[in-house]
């Protein structure tokens, strides 16, 4: 046979079949098994013929790719080959006149074979068949490969590849499931037009409800557009099937921003199909001690991501950082989320650094608005949540109230969201919400309590066990502050600064109960609480402070707390200052020998901030 560039080697796509065949065609194919009598070859999933050992030109291992021109194909069905080599040739692809359907409509194929193209999200290996969860613009669903109990169907198949599936549509245990006959990934032209269709119909279909806000705010109609395109990339991660990880502070407002996202994903989750448990290895909530993105959060995230890589197929997570993720504080946390590739998104109410917009997708913080820290990232996580799924509306509108009064919120914004929770919810309700979720937070420490959260929130469908278990939550919670209150107060020392302002100084390390409830920065927003109502109308600032510590409370004192951490940081040699918060209500951590210098240092800033 002359080689010529006019010789041409046929590919099969994953649908064709011996219909598709044609004698003295050449073909590529794989090398499938081997016989005493010859080379098994696979042209597609679903074709298969043999190459006599007398035709076989090489020495092949299983699975290589083989050119084979077809013989004679028998009554019988069978197919002789013959392995051919030519040096110069080209490839067309060979499909078969069937439509590609679009996941969303298999319900309406049930027994029937079907074609897909979408994108592989992930790929399960179970003690039976291989599940490889489906991606297009319009659903995600399951097709499950079997070649032999536990062994892995279409090893070449990787995640992010644009397959051709061809299958029957089952339906088991109330799931849809395709089984699969043949699988294949697409040729790169046939795969980037795939891709580019879903993409195209992805972000139309990820884009948000226009919709007006709950309550009426210049800050949040400002912050539109950043909502907008956090709602967006939250709502694409879900339709592709990528896993998200909401890391929030954990005390009430960062819970109720959580909860609320949460509530609107997990619905958005069962109804884009999947596995009947997607919702939970899909998202995942995980309170952070610390009002920033820790290494430590970063370290437990990442090693949860890379296993369930291996173990479960998963794509990296999507990170979403609320009540957090706007300072420098979450940089280094950041760094390692550039080098794995997480996509990072933050919605946050405190005082951002420019700086860490570089690492993140979209970053929703009303001062970038002219705002401050009285939006609550409880009010901006509800408000997003509706834009993630308009559904869950109705469950989660009475949040921003809890998250306004739990943050201690004087924005205008806080008194439309507590009309809009009553009467259903008082004021006075609200706050015994948010007592009971910071004090059972305490007792969970790092883990989210999901269903325990959902009944002090009221989200669990049973309002008398909501009741009787806030009741008792406060009630131990007010029991244990009164307790503290008791040993602290009298250890309460007082001066007057240069300004003006009244500074209460306390050392919760030495006359405060350890390793209870309420932790220091509690006991210390407790202190102050009562030292305000002692000293109403006047500028007072509680300076809370352990060997290593400092928890900073203000009233009538324009301080800006990250700010003074910056300077001390660069004044104090040695002193191994960070911290930050809010611009008057913050912590601040040193080197336990540097104590005295550093709280001289804040002190005398304290002193000149003004009244």
């Known amino acids: 046979m002359t080689d010529t560039t006019d010789t041409i080697v046929y590919r099969l796509s994953a649908n064709c079949d011996l219909e598709e065949v044609e004698e003295g065609k050449m073909y590529l194919g794989r090398v499938q098994g081997f016989a005493n009598f010859g080379v098994f070859v696979q042209l597609n999933d679903r074709v298969k013929g043999l190459v006599h050992k007398s035709n076989i030109k090489a020495d092949h291992s299983e699975r290589d790719p083989i050119i084979v021109e077809v013989l004679q194909i028998r009554k019988n069905g069978n197919i002789d ?104 990934v697409l040729e790169p032209e046939d795969a980037d037009r795939v891709r580019a269709r879903i993409d195209q119909a992805l972000d139309e279909r990820a884009e948000p409800e226009d919709m007006p806000f709950l309550v009426e705010s210049d800050v949040f109609e400002r912050l539109r557009p950043a909502m907008r395109n956090v709602a967006k ?101 950041m760094k390692v989320t550039e080098i794995y590739g997480f996509p990072v998104v933050v919605v946050d109410h405190h005082h951002p650094d420019e700086i860490v917009d570089q690492y993140l997708i979209g970053h929703v913080n009303p001062y970038h608005v002219g705002g401050d820290f009285g939006i609550t990232a409880g009010m901006l996580g509800t408000e997003i949540a509706r834009m993630i799924n308009p559904a869950v509306e109705e469950q989660i509108k009475h949040l921003p109230a809890i998250a306004a009064v739990g943050d201690r919120s004087e924005a205008p914004e806080r008194a439309r969201y507590l009309e809009l929770a009553a009467p259903a919810y008082s004021e006075q309700h609200c706050k015994d919400i948010a007592l009971a979720l910071d ?16 009944d002090i929130v009221n989200l669990s469908g049973n309002a008398e066990r909501h009741m009787r278990f806030v009741n008792l939550l406060t009630a131990e919670a007010n029991s244990a502050i009164e307790e503290q209150m008791e040993a602290v107060m009298p250890h309460v020392v007082s001066r007057v600064l240069p300004n003006g302002a009244n500074l209460f100084m ?96 804040l002190i005398e800033k304290i002193g000149q901030a003004p009244i």
């Open 233 to 333: 990339q939250i709502r694409k991660a879900v339709f592709t099937a990528q896993p998200i990880v909401l890391r929030h502070h954990a005390d009430a407002d960062g819970i109720c921003a959580a909860v609320a996202v949460e509530t609107a994903v997990t619905a958005l989750i069962r109804e884009s199909g999947g596995d009947f448990d997607a919702e939970y290895f899909l998202f995942k909530r995980s309170p952070s001690k610390a009002p920033f993105y820790e290494i430590e959060d970063i370290t437990r995230d990442l090693d949860f991501a890379l296993k369930d890589n291996i173990r479960y197929g998963q794509k990296m997570p999507m990170i979403l950082l609320m009540d957090n993720g706007s300072t420098e504080e979450d940089v280094p946390a």
């Open 506 to 601: 306390l050392d919760v390390e030495m006359y405060a109960h350890r390793f209870t409830f309420p932790p220091p920065g509690k006991t210390s927003g407790e202190v102050h609480d009562r030292l305000v109502r002692e000293h109403p109308g006047e500028p007072v600032v509680t300076l809370g402070f352990g060997p290593d510590f400092a928890v900073l409370r203000s009233k009538g004192v324009m301080m800006n707390i990250p700010r003074m951490v910056r300077e001390l940081r660069q004044e104090i040699v040695g002193g191994g200052v960070n911290g930050g918060g809010h611009l008057v209500v913050g912590s601040i951590k040193f080197v336990e020998g540097m104590r005295d210098a550093v709280l001289d240092g």
């Open 439 to 454: 004090y059972e937070q305490f007792w969970l420490r790092f883990n989210d309590g999901r269903e325990i959260v959902k």
């Open 81 to 184: 080959l013959e392995e051919v080599m030519p040096q110069v040739y080209r490839t067309e692809s060979v499909t078969k006149a069937m439509p590609t359907i679009r996941l969303s409509d298999l319900g309406r194929k049930i027994g029937r074979t079907v074609m897909i193209e979408a994108e592989v999200a992930q790929i399960k290996q179970t003690s039976g068949p291989t599940i490889f969860t489906l991606v297009d613009e319009s659903a995600t669903e399951n097709a499950a490969a079997f070649i032999e109990a536990g062994v892995r169907a279409y090893p070449e198949v990787q995640l992010g590849d644009i397959v051709g599936v061809v299958g029957e549509v089952m339906q088991r245990n109330n799931q849809l499931q395709i089984e699969v006959s043949s699988l294949s």
